[in-house]
């Protein structure tokens, strides 16, 4: 079984602070993928990033950057020089390598404060 | 391109009566899963269809079903609707290569039961 736990409800900061989302994951899969995903007050799930288990490298793409480490099960994601539109839920996500099934995290609120 | 779009956004039945929702994928996305989202239960994958066959399927009771066509367009259903089935149902869609794709969501639909 696959399970995603967010263990931080809700993060509140002021504009252009840095923000950095906990996720802990568990599986017994030994290939499979890691996503994040942000769900605006819209409702729609909007794809973030993804990352597969066999690649530890960490990445920085514009305003996001993510800390994957296998050794500790987590897949850690900041946004640095946070915006008001940055405002949203912020879903973990886990599927297996040719599995389309995700299991998500219970979501962490971010409110960034002008 | 345009991206998922699910009809109709927000629905509202009574207890008792059935609902039907549609997914058109992205185009040349031949996989599509379903996910409910509820502030209990949290998101939750109830099934994925590929070429019109269900592939996988979550925990959910025999009251919801669903089906993909030729042209990879998808309905979900539910029969007997409860209380407890008032939620956000979201549609994903994969296009589907030898490894996995990402899950590109739809904006769904709202369904409240009375």
């Known amino acids: 079984a696959q399970k995603v736990t967010q263990a931080q409800t809700e993060i509140s900061v002021v504009e252009k602070e840095d923000v950095t989302l906990d996720c802990v994951y568990e599986t017994r899969d030994t290939t499979y993928y890691l996503f994040w995903y942000k769900q605006p007050p819209s409702g729609e799930l909007v794809f973030l990033i993804r990352?597969?288990?066999?690649?530890?490298q960490n990445e920085i793409s514009g305003r996001y950057s993510w800390n994957f480490q296998k050794s500790t099960s987590s897949f850690n994601f900041t946004i640095t020089a946070s915006q008001v539109v940055d405002s949203a839920v912020y879903f973990c996500?886990?599927?297996?390598?040719?599995?389309?099934?995700?299991?998500f995290g219970a979501g962490t609120t971010v409110t960034v404060r002008a | 391109k345009a991206g998922v779009t699910q009809t109709p956004r927000y629905l509202i039945k009574t207890r008792g009566q059935q609902v039907t929702l549609s997914c058109s994928p992205i185009s040349g996305h031949r996989s599509v899963s379903w996910y409910q989202q509820t502030p209990g239960q949290g998101l939750q994958f109830l099934f994925e269809y590929f070429s019109e066959t269900q592939r996988n399927k979550g925990n959910f009771p025999g009251r919801f079903s669903g089906r993909q066509f030729s042209n990879s367009r998808s309905e979900m259903n539910v029969s007997t609707l409860e209380l407890g089935d008032s939620a956000l149902y979201l549609c994903?869609?994969?296009?589907?290569?030898?490894?996995?794709?990402?899950?590109?969501f739809g904006p769904g639909t709202r369904l409240t039961v009375l």
């Open positions: 990352r597969n288990s066999f690649d530890e």
């Open positions: 996500a886990l599927s297996g390598l040719n599995d389309y099934k995700l299991s």
């Open positions: 994903a869609s994969i296009r589907d290569s030898l490894l996995t794709d990402t899950q590109y």
